[in-house]
């Protein structure tokens, strides 16, 4: 099946068309295509169907978009506000009143076929946790670095006082110069590491960025020194 989307002055139209399946077809009609009413699960420009239609209503409720992540949505009033984050079709809401999070999900609720999980402890791998007490909010990624340390082998290892030394160097001396150091390096998962701690660092541990930062430049060919320094980063807590 054939999926087409056609363009007009720079914008792309709502409608979409696909080839007729397989038989389907239209005798003497065979070059004519049908358009979709609705968008198919499983296309791609089903999740851009599904965006454009999620925006229209959720705007029309108050919300802005950010113009950053287009993702996250902000709806205030007076001193009230509420976030709204998309993942895919899962929403997270924020909020510093109780009655406004009643309103939007009603909303949500008579717009969408949707599950209220009531409160979050767990969103994309990140854990929210909670000391009302001392009035604290924070997030942990505790089980994902774990994960990347048992696939490495790395879970019973010490913990590292700092993840990188003042006065530790990098530098192009230290990738491979040989075959026999190339080959060395050929199964190490240095690419796989440094991705992982990226993907930590964006969420949870910014201050890791210097080391992930300097480690990624020899990505495409790092040597021993690099790997051990990346080892390093992994098991600081």
Same mark, same amino acid.
């Given at each position: 099946?054939?999926?087409?989307?056609?363009?007009?002055?720079?914008?792309?139209?709502?409608?979409?068309?696909?080839?007729?399946?397989?038989?389907?077809?239209?005798?003497?009609?065979?070059?004519?295509?049908?358009?979709?009413?609705?968008?198919?699960?499983?296309?791609?420009?089903?999740?851009?169907?599904?965006?454009?239609?999620?925006?229209?209503?959720?705007?029309?409720?108050?919300?802005?978009?950010?113009?950053?992540?287009?993702?996250?949505?902000?709806? $205030?009033? +007076? !001193?009230?506000?509420?976030?709204?984050?998309?993942?895919?079709?899962? &929403?997270?809401? #924020?909020?510093?009143? @109780? *009655?406004?999070?009643?309103?939007?999900?009603?909303?949500?609720?008579?717009?969408?076929?949707?599950?209220?999980?009531?409160?979050?402890?767990?969103?994309?791998?990140?854990?929210?946790?909670?000391?009302?007490?001392?009035?604290?909010?924070?997030?942990?990624?505790?089980?994902?670095?774990?994960?990347?340390?048992?696939?490495?082998?790395?879970?019973?290892?010490?913990?590292?006082?700092?993840?990188?030394?003042?006065?530790?160097?990098?530098?192009?001396?230290?990738?491979?110069?040989?075959?026999?150091?190339?080959?060395?390096?050929?199964?190490?998962?240095?690419?796989? $590491?440094? +991705? !992982?701690?990226?993907?930590?660092?964006?969420?949870?541990?910014?201050? &890791?960025?210097? #080391?992930?930062?300097? @480690? *990624?430049?020899?990505?495409?060919?790092?040597?021993?020194?690099?790997?051990?320094?990346?080892?390093?980063?992994?098991?600081?807590?």
């Amino acid at each position: 099946m054939d999926v087409k989307t056609t363009f007009l002055n720079g914008d792309l139209e709502e409608d979409v068309y696909m080839d007729q399946s397989v038989g389907f077809t239209k005798e003497r009609k065979e070059h004519m295509v049908c358009k979709l009413k609705r968008s198919i699960y499983g296309l791609k420009q089903a999740s851009r169907q599904w965006y454009l239609k999620f925006n229209d209503i959720i705007v029309s409720f108050g919300f802005r978009e950010n113009t950053v992540d287009q993702c996250i949505y902000l709806k $205030v009033s +007076g !001193s009230k506000f509420i976030f709204l984050i998309l993942y895919v079709d899962d &929403i997270l809401l #924020a909020t510093n009143d @109780l *009655g406004l999070l009643s309103e939007a999900k009603r909303f949500l609720s008579n717009n969408f076929e949707m599950k209220d999980m009531c409160e979050a402890y767990y969103v994309i791998g990140i854990k929210i946790f909670r000391d009302k007490s001392q009035g604290l909010l924070g997030l942990s990624q505790n089980a994902y670095i774990n994960k990347v340390l048992e696939r490495l082998r790395m879970d019973k290892c010490s913990a590292s006082p700092i993840p990188i030394q003042k006065g530790d160097k990098f530098s192009l001396m230290q990738c491979p110069k040989t075959d026999l150091e190339q080959k060395q390096m050929k199964n190490i998962p240095y690419a796989y $590491v440094v +991705g !992982s701690l990226m993907y930590a660092q964006t969420c949870t541990r910014p201050y &890791i960025s210097f #080391a992930v930062g300097m @480690l *990624g430049r020899y990505q495409s060919n790092p040597g021993l020194e690099h790997w051990k320094a990346a080892k390093k980063v992994l098991r600081y807590p």
